[in-house]
């Protein structure tokens, strides 16, 4: 249901900023050799916002008008391009953490208002699986939650929303 969905990003804009800006300058050292650092995996959920929210959007203006039996495919996009174009590991730590909370605000405005004709709007997944947007809202936010335990799991500092 799009109300869990709901709560549990709420919870994590409630928790995260104060528990990422704990872990000071360890953010920039990559977790194990040759992965993202905990910075750069906060900001490919910044990217992973970005990419989504526009999803969102698209998919229940266009849900509106397409045929049912020929859903809106989703355009994957490169993540690691993503996370090396933005510069991640440059950036002082309070601005990734600002700006993945307010593009988390940003989804919660659009998902908040959503109707159940819009949840229902099918889109085709780039692996060709039909899903529906409150498909895709739920998996977007397992998909922070799931990043959010690597940033913070090995710390004892785990977010209680998490």
Same mark, same amino acid.
């Given at each position: 249901?799009?109300?869990?969905?709901?709560?549990?990003?709420?919870?994590?804009?409630?928790?995260?900023?104060?528990?990422?800006?704990?872990?000071?300058?360890?953010?920039?050292?990559?977790?194990?050799?040759? #992965? &993202?650092?905990?910075?750069?995996?906060?900001?490919?959920?910044?990217?992973?916002?970005?990419?989504?929210?526009?999803?969102?959007?698209?998919?229940?203006?266009?849900?509106?008008?397409?045929?049912?039996?020929?859903?809106?495919?989703?355009?994957?996009?490169?993540?690691?391009? &993503?996370?090396?174009?933005?510069?991640?590991?440059?950036?002082?730590? #309070?601005?990734?953490?600002?700006? &993945?909370?307010?593009?988390?605000?940003?989804?919660?405005?659009?998902?908040?208002?959503?109707?159940?004709?819009?949840?229902?709007?099918?889109?085709?997944?780039?692996?060709?699986?039909?899903?529906?947007?409150? &498909?895709?809202?739920?998996?977007?936010?397992?998909?922070? #939650?799931?990043?959010?335990?690597?940033?913070?799991?090995?710390?004892?500092?785990?977010?209680?929303?998490?």
């Amino acid at each position: 249901m799009i109300a869990n969905s709901i709560a549990r990003l709420e919870a994590a804009l409630n928790t995260v900023p104060e528990q990422f800006q704990a872990l000071q300058e360890e953010v920039y050292q990559p977790r194990t050799p040759g #992965e &993202w650092s905990r910075l750069q995996i906060l900001g490919h959920l910044c990217d992973s916002a970005i990419n989504n929210v526009s999803r969102f959007i698209q998919l229940q203006q266009n849900g509106i008008t397409t045929d049912s039996d020929n859903p809106t495919s989703i355009t994957p996009y490169n993540q690691n391009q &993503w996370v090396d174009a933005q510069q991640y590991n440059n950036a002082p730590i #309070e601005d990734i953490i600002r700006l &993945w909370a307010s593009l988390n605000q940003a989804v919660l405005r659009v998902i908040t208002h959503l109707s159940q004709p819009s949840l229902d709007v099918r889109c085709k997944l780039p692996d060709g699986q039909i899903v529906t947007l409150e &498909w895709l809202i739920q998996d977007y936010v397992a998909h922070m #939650e799931h990043h959010l335990h690597q940033i913070f799991s090995n710390h004892g500092i785990l977010p209680s929303s998490l």
